[in-house]
């Protein structure tokens, strides 16, 4: 494919032009992806959300107030039900506030699971009223971690509480009895939470795929390193084993859903795309994990404001985040953000331009051309991953035979005709991981 300059001016331009923007037989059971830190065994994949969509752009926005956006269906972003994501105001999550009050106890240890899971069964009926719809559910909890040692910055006042708390109990304790024992209270407390209430979800609403967010994270973000020409953004091996700690959480899991959340960056520099990429990846080494039939499917959450700023992301971060995890082999990405700073009809104005004219064209761009080398090199029976992970290649429609024309009101389509000279330049650059179809993964379960 041709290089990463060159791909993003190619998509500028089409994003430019007037009224456009742009089983495998049973037996083989594994495929190899080559990550940087550490190698990766990936199994079959599970059949996508859709049929005939090997990649998908989810809409996870809160913005229905928002008249000047456009439908974001109109670029074949999904939305409407398909995803669901829930925050800490479910059940009764306990945290602390940024001004250190406890919510719900403020610790796991406080939590009374039945009271919980009662809250949480009443809170996702009324969420989502319809059970047997499909779709991607999502617990984002990140108040705490459940694994002690990852509770850091604003984050030690649960070590701090948690102390505290076995002090009380047993003040003529040593502080390594209490440190020893508080952490195993606040590990134990933290993962029954997190697994009973996964247990419930999928309980309450089976047909859809539960998950917790933001996991995994492998700590490779540093904002004073980021920006350096020696930044690799490979994830520390530290972090990989304690993710491999997490199993319990793996095997409960029907999807992972890791964040990416980007810091605007002078143009030219590749630590946006490092950092993305091993994340991307360390998610891909934790799927195959899990042991299951096929690897657990992957859907980034991809924060569309900059962490600094109010700024949208850049169509070359867009390129870093959702075209970094087409190229990789991810499900789809979830387009996220808690709560949009959209209070004024001129923001509405400007969030319904940047979806119609980067964010909307790119999403139509990277999934039509996700779709099709599907078709062209894995018979439509799977998606296309990059061969060299370390590679910035893309799948992106060649702007030299594809247009973006209008589609409806708002949104465009994708027209062309892919020559056999691009197909070759896929073949070169990507392979075929092929899905199980149900048929197959009932042959295997049996």
Known sequence: LPNNELEISMLLSMAGRKHTSVLLSLSLLFLFLGLFTRPCVCG??????????????????PDKDCLGRPDPAAFGMEWEGRVAI????????????????????????HTSLDL?????????????????????????????????????????????????LLR?????????????????????AAQSIMMETLREVKRLRPQRLWGMAPFPNCYNFDSTQIALANYTGRCPAAEMA???????????????????????????????????????????????????TFDLPVFPLIKIVYISSNSFLSEIDLVNTIGESAAMGASGVIIWEKSLAVKTQKSCSEFGSYVRQVLGPYAVNVTTAARLCGVSLCQGRGRCVRKKP????????PSAHFMLLPNGAEGVRATGELPTAYIDLWNKDFRFLFRL?????????L
């Open 242 to 292: 304690i993710n491999d700690e997490l199993m319990w959480l793996w095997k409960r899991s029907g999807a992972l859903y890791p964040a990416l959340s980007l810091e605007k960056l002078p143009e030219g520099t590749k630590g946006t795309w490092l950092y993305a990429t091993n994340q991307i990846r360390e998610s891909l080494r934790v799927a195959a994990l899990a042991g299951t």
């Open 116 to 164: 919980h899971l009662q809250r949480v069964e009443g809170d996702l009926t009324a969420s989502l009223p319809q059970a047997g719809a499909p779709g991607l559910g999502v617990l984002r909890w990140q108040e705490w971690m459940p694994q002690w040692n990852r509770n850091r910055g604003i984050k030690t006042k649960y070590i701090v509480e948690s102390r505290a």
């Open 390 to 397: 370390e590679d910035p290649t893309f799948l992106h429609l």
């Open 86 to 109: 829930f925050y800490e105001d479910t059940g009764l999550y306990p945290y602390f506030t940024a001004q250190d009050r406890p919510v719900n106890g403020g610790l796991p240890q």
């Open 437 to 445: 179809t149900r048929r197959e993964l009932e042959c295997e379960l």
């Open 44 to 61: 079959p994949a599970r059949a996508p959300l859709l049929a005939g969509q090997p990649f998908l752009v989810l809409w996870g926005v």
């Open 168 to 188: 009380r109990f047993f003040p003529d304790w040593s502080t390594e009895e209490v440190e020893k024992w508080s952490q195993v209270d606040f590990e134990a």
